[in-house]
């Protein structure tokens, strides 16, 4: 299955919806995709929106975990939301729930 991004900007946010799996063959693409974004945007906070993303493996969450230094040294916040259960389980058993801000919804971040 393909990887599809979606971005728009709302208030003081840029919202990135993702599509797919976050997996070893998609990690690369996802990497790049966002950490172009985070680089060009000016707004001090990225949303991903991952209510599409059924699977995350550890090369996907070691690409997150990338982009999540790159958004501290680029001074913006990196939030995580609408995680399905089966993907936020991984969160928790990898305690990188303790690590990301995760919100339920998109408005909530």
């Given amino acids: 299955m393909a990887i599809k991004f979606d971005k728009r900007e709302e208030k003081d946010k840029l919202i990135i919806s993702i599509h797919g799996e976050i997996d070893a063959y998609h990690s690369g693409e996802v990497k790049k995709f966002l950490k172009d974004a985070i680089n060009e945007t000016k707004l001090p906070k990225i949303?991903?929106?991952?209510?599409?993303?059924?699977y995350i493996d550890s090369a996907g969450l070691g690409s997150l975990v990338a982009l999540y230094k790159d958004a501290r040294m680029a001074e913006k916040e990196l939030v995580l939301a609408s995680l399905k259960q089966t993907v936020m389980r991984i969160f928790e058993m990898t305690r990188l729930d303790r690590v990301f801000k995760i919100v339920q919804t998109v408005e909530e971040a």
């Fill in 47 to 54: 949303v991903l929106d991952m209510s599409e993303v059924n």
